[in-house]
């Protein structure tokens, strides 16, 4: 059983490069380890897996890259969400292991795409843009502290004048240039880890939820129509997880962040707004991104709404703010539009951790997942073998469930972001 083509509308569906597709789990299958979702965790954990000897099964309610690792902005960006956190919680015991973890998945990602020849646009390069002069101050401070680390042939920082010309917009006040950061095709990514997955061994069942586990010593994971038994669970759900609610419902809330592309541009007109093709971050709270798709489309992405609900008009939200930013474009038409969920935890720190001895489960990594998630998904596959220090570091930060539960939670965070919406504009 093959299930048709419901990828979300988006540019990345429009142009996949593979279309790989599974069958739905039918009847009880055996494994070592049962991984709950294909995106870029539950994939990047699998493969490690896999490369390691293990037998793995990926169970994906969807299709392989349904979620946010096929829809998000593309950007593949180091560090680690939460950083002062966990900076707070443990001092600097682990602050080389956690800065190097903040730039694994680049390693990752890179070695994958060879080894699996995976087109999926890789392309070095990203700059942070500075709407305030605070953003100027925590530029700098950024700047010195990745010097400090080794990488000062890699960071540059970039005063307004010379942003004009970078960026052809004169709305940023400077900006830190960081070529080991980059972007790519997320979705195409993805399905290319599916696809050397499969080629290793693993199982892949798309069209299948989960519905229950079962624990024991050997748990097993039901959907509708079959089960899997296996020594290991891995729950990789992000933004989409609904399992195991005693221990993990309440500590994420799913924000939703939405991107429309252009038509493409001509030679000139990129060349104008983008020369270096540079992925762009802006350092707001509340903030915007873009970049050039491999045929020259402007990609913009942004305004998350924490209330979890689907604006009325995608292209009426986002369009007036690309063209705040570039004017020169407003004639340009946009032909796509669209969005989803993303995972936000509270204190900005991904959840990691286990349920019982031999269930795992990582999810939140509000906003910074592409890299991060291919990082964790080793960091996973560790702790299967029984290796639990880097998984720990993590799992013993303490985090506050959000008040009431999801649904009002949702709610009180919204008025919290009005809060940094209001000291963006301060």
């Given amino acids: 059983m093959r299930l048709a083509d419901t990828h979300p509308t988006s540019y990345y569906a429009a142009t996949r490069t593979e279309t790989p597709a599974f069958p739905t789990l039918q009847g009880e299958v055996r494994s070592d380890v049962c991984v709950v979702g294909a995106g870029f965790t539950g994939l990047s954990t699998a493969l490690t897996l896999a490369e390691r000897g293990y037998s793995v099964t990926v169970l994906e309610q969807h299709r392989v890259g349904w979620g946010a ?29 956690l800065f190097e973890l903040g730039y694994r998945g680049h390693a990752i990602i890179a070695q994958r795409v060879q080894q699996y020849a995976i087109d999926c646009d890789l392309k070095y390069g990203a700059i942070d843009v500075a709407l305030r002069p605070r953003h100027l101050a925590h530029q700098q401070q950024t700047h010195a502290a990745l010097c400090a680390r080794g990488m000062e042939d890699q960071v540059r920082l970039v ?30 990514l993805c399905l290319g880890e599916a696809r050397a997955a499969a080629a290793l061994g693993v199982s892949l069942f798309e069209g299948s939820g989960v519905t229950a586990i079962e624990h024991g010593t050997q748990a097993v994971v039901k959907t509708a129509q079959g089960s899997v038994r296996a020594d ?39 060349a104008q707004i983008n020369p270096l093709d540079l992925a762009v971050c802006d350092m707001n709270e509340v903030l915007d991104y873009f970049r050039l798709s491999a045929d020259r489309r402007l990609l913009f992405g942004g305004r998350c709404n924490y209330s979890g609900r689907e604006p009325r008009d995608i292209g009426g939200t986002m369009v007036p703010r690309l063209r705040r930013i570039y004017p020169q474009l407003a004639h340009k038409r946009v032909e796509y539009a669209w969005g989803g969920k993303i995972a936000i935890v509270l204190n900005r720190v991904p959840l990691l951790g286990r349920i019982g001895p ?6 939140g990594y509000s906003g910074h997942g592409v890299s991060l998630s291919h990082a964790v998904g080793e960091v996973l596959a560790d702790a299967v073998a029984g290796t639990c220090e880097r998984m720990d ?18 709610q009180m965070v919204a008025l919290g972001m009005l809060y940094f919406r209001l000291r963006d504009l301060l």
């Fill in 69 to 97: 690792s096929g829809r998000n902005g593309g950007q593949m960006l180091g560090g680690l969400p939460g950083e002062a956190n966990l900076q707070r919680h443990w001092g600097t015991a682990h602050a080389d292991a």
């Fill in 358 to 363: 031999n269930v795992f489960y990582a999810l």
């Fill in 232 to 270: 290991f669970v891995v729950l990789a759900g992000n933004a989409y997880q609904q399992l195991e609610p005693a221990v993990l419902s309440g500590l994420i809330f799913p924000a939703g962040s939405y991107i429309v592309a252009t038509e493409p541009l001509s030679a000139a007109e990129a």
């Fill in 159 to 188: 005063k307004a004048d010379e942003l004009q010309h970078l960026l052809g917009t004169d709305k940023y006040l400077g900006g830190l240039v960081n070529t080991r950061n980059g972007h790519l095709h997320p979705l195409n």
């Fill in 393 to 410: 570091v993590f799992a013993r930060v303490p985090h506050r469930k959000i008040p009431f539960g999801q649904t009002f939670g949702s």
